[in-house]
T-cell receptor
Framework: LAKTTQPISMDSYEGQEVNITCSHNNIATNDYITWYQQFPSQGPRFIIQ???TKVTNEVASLFIPADRKSSTLSLPRVSLSDTAVYYC??????????FGSGTRLSIRP | EPEVTQTPSHQVTQMGQEVILRCVPI?????FYWYRQILGQKVEFLVS????????KSEIFDDQFSVERPDGSNFTLKIRSTKLEDSAMYFC?????????????????FGAGSRLTVL
């Protein structure tokens, strides 16, 4: 299972774009990069998934360089409600999906 | 939108008592999971379950833990003799079994969690 490294915490302000980078040097050919968001006292929630280049949905964008050894989750124009823990996961098999420590994002007014 | 449902939302028990946490996964999902999150810590994998048997388990999932799918809809986690350190939020999750050319890795859908407090 590929290990991921991401910042422990980040701070930003409302209206700013936030980029959270995740390092996954040992990513395997079949692995996908998946990001989850967790609010206090709730279960994690899927945000976005990608394999290479760029993926965009209504919530976020995911940038993956050609070597796939890192990825960047981009949250456009954050609001206070984006304050949460963001987890970067790298996996292909459904049998064992492991969460790392995540990045605690705090948004200030 | 389909949901994973967990009961109870909060359970308080005495040390040494047995606890059963219940989950109703999304109906067409085939993989089921239990995760644990101690307050302020990360989400920890306990066990995955597929085709009516354990697929993977972590070192946390020792002999005091067991899982079963008794009736084709419920998925339960039993803690045989609770300890103080079992106090945590327990999350159930499920996903489909994507095979045969599907592009993408499985995405987990989590329940709201069951908070277990052991006194």
């Amino acid at each position: 299972l590929a290990k991921t490294t991401q910042p422990i915490s980040m701070d930003s302000y409302e209206g700013q774009e936030v980029n959270i980078t995740c390092s996954h040097n040992n990513i395997a050919t079949n692995d996908y990069i998946t990001w989850y968001q967790q609010f206090p006292s709730q279960g994690p929630r899927f945000i976005i998934q990608g394999y290479k280049t760029k993926v965009t949905n209504e919530v976020a964008s995911l940038f993956i360089p050609a070597d796939r050894k890192s990825s960047t989750l981009s949250l456009p124009r954050v609001s206070l409600s984006d304050t949460a823990v963001y987890y970067c996961l790298v996996y292909s098999s459904a049998s064992k999906i492991i969460f790392g420590s995540g990045t605690r994002l705090s948004i200030r007014p | 939108e389909p949901e994973v449902t967990q009961t109870p939302s909060h359970q308080v028990t005495q040390m040494g008592q047995e606890v059963i946490l219940r989950c109703v996964p999304i109906s067409n999902h085939l993989y089921f999971y239990w995760y644990r999150q101690i307050l302020g810590q990360k989400v920890e994998f306990l066990v995955s379950f597929y085709n009516n048997e354990i697929s993977e388990k972590s070192e946390i999932f020792d002999d005091q833990f067991s899982v079963e799918r008794p009736d084709g809809s419920n998925f339960t986690l039993k803690i045989r003799s609770t300890k103080l350190e079992d106090s945590a939020m327990y999350f159930c999750a499920s996903t489909t079994d994507r095979v045969g050319g599907y592009s993408g890795a499985n995405v987990l859908t989590f329940g709201a969690g069951s908070r277990l407090t052991v006194l």
